[in-house]
């Protein structure tokens, strides 16, 4: 079993930055794709952000510019970096991973707990 465990949230004027991170433990062989969503109050899950073991990334629309995601293989974490937020940046915010548990199983994907990122105007 795999616990995302999530960081960094909080309440930020408009313009401000905030940095979330997001760290993997339990029974874990490697990680391939871990990324960011997330969610507002009456809106569905939206991708935030993606990156790969190798490092290539995938952004949403409405953040390319603003966020950067990153991570750190040897400490199974990853990392988003949020400038220049926005009022409507302000949602829950989900850590997902894709965990291999050994090199002979297909992949399992979880999710952590949410933390809240506000943004005043």
């Known amino acids: 079993q795999v616990q995302l465990v999530e960081s960094g949230g909080g309440m930020v004027q408009a313009g401000g930055s905030l940095r979330l991170s997001c760290a993997a433990t339990?029974?874990?062989?490697?990680?391939?794709?871990m990324g960011w969503y997330r969610q507002a109050p009456g809106k569905q899950r939206e991708l935030v952000a993606t990156?790969?073991?190798?490092?290539?990334?995938n952004y949403g629309e409405s953040v390319k510019g603003r966020f950067t995601i990153s991570r750190d293989n040897a400490k199974n974490t990853v990392y988003l970096q949020m400038n220049r937020l926005k009022p409507e940046d302000t949602a829950v915010y989900y850590c997902?991973?894709?965990?291999?548990?050994?090199?002979?199983?297909?992949?399992?994907?979880?999710w952590g707990q949410g933390t809240q990122v506000t943004v005043s105007s």
């Open positions: 997902n991973a894709d965990v291999y548990h050994s090199r002979w199983m297909r992949s399992n994907n979880y």
């Open positions: 339990g029974t874990i062989f490697s990680i391939s794709t």
């Open positions: 990156i790969t073991s190798g490092g290539s990334t």
